[in-house]
């Protein structure tokens, strides 16, 4: 997962609880066809597209603030059926124009894996929890035939956990894993006859490789095999030995007589002809360098809609080879930052775009401008006339006094393009921490020439990766983790006063191996975010003598996920509980070594639009609220309080 990398820039808290307006963009996860519409499912809401003219899909239709995304769609008449956690979820799509959450169905298996509709049947492969002896999963039979009612029928392999599925007539090929003994399992491939629904039997099981797709087209069942390198075709009408079709890919899709093939690491797609089922022929392959994706596909009639991640749904004419893109719905698919300059927004998103917006209705923002940038995007720093674009491997600068014509100015590439995980600007200077092993965890670039970025110096402590940086005093405080042993994570002290000869003066020593995260200064103590404990407390009224004077603990926490923020003169503190779920609280730290909880917060990096406020969500998109507080003066970025989502 990647980690913000830049120090969080708030000023401001919001008094009122703000209020969700609208989504958009997000990553493009699932697609589904029927007649002139295109259902899709893009970050946390479901999207309906009118693509009578498939080379300018329109949007017609959503449903946002979902409590999770849609992978997976099926049509079933009138109604759209989707899984998610614990739940099958309900969509009547009657009225395209307005679909609607009509129903959730139960289910007691946290992982529902895949669903596939014969008839009136509904069969959903479920995962099992294996630390838990009670952890469900297997293959569960359910009657749709009124999907605003949906009555259980059976389930079998309580407690097994089955990955895909392929329905042939009445039986049901499965990858399958027998739960023996917690968080143990025998995998293999078998065939399960439902002729009797209610009573589902095991007909055959051999222990073999998990595949991890199963799809079946005519009499053929494709078997996937990522593992060999291998997709296996059987004709299931013969009990002969199955042909092999190589390379295999992630997920696999058969639509209007071909084979898609997808490889969501390097954004393809491979597509063969089926007119040959056994002896499938290349027909072409499609890629989106620097996109993870395709996710799913819908193919019919020569045209191909891919769901194609932060790319959005990517349309195209598969009717002959070559195959050509002829459209394409394309929003902000992972956004991750936004500043506001004057009248317009800059909107990062993390693989390679950053969207210059017009945001004068700020409900409907128009993107007029677009710049590539040439970094994994994470954050955006403004500094006067000057936006710095800050990602894995370095950053650029941009002139933007003019957000119509904004202009490159410096690039700076981070030795062997390693990874950073911080960034402070001071005076002419960057500091920038790194992450990757193997590297000097701090880096120091001169910025006074912005068209001639130099590195002034490089240092840091071997066999330790910078994970956060915090200015105190005349000292820059690096927090080191050990990457190899022997060794301790550790604050390192850097003397950078001529910040060109900047050194390490001394280290302050955490007293075990866990691992440091974020660190935050409030007045003359600084608050370490220490993996496995909590939030330790250090006096740093001497920067080259730091005191441990105290410890803040959450009782029920996991003992990681810990980080720390200071706002107002307010430590905000986040950790991961036993049960998976996350605390985030509001601590008072009038008495620095014993916080107080005054309050809840979610982990929310706004920026304010007139009367609303954009917060960039990642894979789920642009997330749009109404401003409760708006600010006087100056642009401001701003913290929310706790919202709570269903």
């Known amino acids: 997962m990647e980690t913000a990398v830049v120090a969080y820039n708030i000023e401001k808290l919001a008094a009122e609880e703000p209020t969700f307006v609208k989504q958009i963009g997000g990553i493009a996860r699932s697609v589904a066809k029927r007649g002139d519409y295109l259902f899709v499912g893009m970050g946390n809401t479901l999207k309906v597209l009118d693509v009578q003219n498939p080379q300018n899909p329109q949007l017609v239709g959503q449903i946002d603030n979902l409590s999770s995304p849609i992978y997976e769609m099926h049509l079933v008449g009138d109604y759209g059926i989707a899984p998610s956690e614990y739940q099958l979820r309900i969509f009547d799509l009657q009225n395209p124009l307005f679909p609607t ?18 008839g009136t049947l509904a069969i959903v492969a479920e995962g099992r929890n294996f630390d838990d002896l009670n952890g469900s999963g297997g293959l569960r039979i359910l009657d749709i035939s009124d999907p605003l009612n949906i009555q259980p029928l059976a389930l079998y392999g309580d407690g097994d956990s089955i990955s895909t599925i392929g329905v042939y007539s009445n039986t049901v090929y499965v990858e399958i894993c027998k739960s023996i003994a917690v968080n143990v399992c025998t995998g293999g491939f078998g065939q399960v006859d439902i002729s009797d629904p209610a009573s589902p039997t095991e007909l055959t099981f051999v222990s073999d490789l998990l595949g991890t797709d199963l ?62 089922p056994l002896n499938p022929v290349l027909f072409d392959t499609v890629t989106n360098s620097g996109y993870f994706g395709p996710f799913d596909a819908a193919a019919e009639g020569g045209e191909a809609y891919l769901a194609y991640g932060g790319k959005g749904v990517q349309i195209f004419d598969t009717s002959s080879a070559p195959v050509s893109v002829i459209g394409e719905y394309d929003t902000f698919g992972t956004p991750v930052d936004a500043e506001k300059v004057g009248s317009y927004v800059y909107l990062l998103d993390r693989t390679e775009d950053l969207h210059i917006l017009d945001v004068a209705d700020p409900l409907n923002p128009q993107e ?99 994970q956060n940086l915090q200015m105190v005093g005349d000292y820059l405080y690096i927090a080191e983790n050990r990457a190899c042993s022997p060794g301790d ?62 410890l803040y603990t959450i009782p029920d926490s996991a003992g990681y996920g810990f980080q720390v923020n200071a706002i ?79």
């Open 368 to 466: 007029i401008g677009l710049f590539e940038h040439k970094f994994f995007g994470s954050q955006l720093l403004l500094n006067g006339n000057m936006m710095i674009v800050f990602g894995r491997g370095g950053f650029q600068i941009l002139d933007v006094a003019n957000p119509l014509m904004s202009t490159e100015r410096g690039v700076y590439t981070i030795t062997n393009y390693a990874s950073p995980s911080d960034m402070i600007l001071q005076d002419n200077y960057a500091y920038i921490g790194i992450r990757t092993f193997g590297e000097d965890s701090l880096e120091v670039v001169n910025m006074a020439d912005i068209d001639n970025l130099v590195m002034e110096t490089s240092i840091g402590t071997p066999c330790h990766t910078a």
């Open 101 to 118: 959450l009509a129903t959730t169905y139960t289910i007691p298996s946290k992982s529902i894996y895949e669903v596939e509709i014969t």
């Open 489 to 550: 994570s550790h604050i390192a002290i850097v003397d950078i006063s001529d910040p060109a000869n900047a050194t390490i003066t001394a280290t302050y020593t955490i007293s075990d191996s866990y691992s440091l995260g974020k660190i935050a200064l409030i007045g003359q103590h600084l608050y370490v975010a220490h993996q496995g404990y909590g939030v330790r407390i250090l006096d740093v009224s001497d920067p080259l003598s730091p005191v441990d004077v105290g």
């Open 215 to 276: 799809e079946i087209y005519g009499d053929y069942l494709f078997r996937n095999y990522p593992n060999s390198g291998q997709i296996e075709i059987i004709d299931l009408t013969l009990a002969n030995s199955p042909t092999t079709l190589s390379p295999s890919r992630n997920e696999l899709y058969i639509g209007d007589g071909k084979l898609f093939g997808f490889n969501f690491f390097f954004g393809s797609a491979t597509i063969y002809d089926l007119a040959d």
């Open 568 to 646: 107002d003169d307010q430590l905000y503190v986040s950790a991961i509980m036993n049960d998976e779920s996350a605390v985030q609280q509001i601590l008072d730290v009038t008495n620095p070594t014993m916080p107080v909880q005054v309050g809840e917060y979610t982990y929310l990096n706004g920026t304010f639009v007139g009367d609303y406020i954009y917060y960039p969500q990642g894979l789920e998109g642009l997330m749009i609220y109404s401003n409760p507080n708006p600010p006087v003066g100056a642009d401001q970025k701003i913290y929310l309080p706790m919202i709570l989502r269903e």
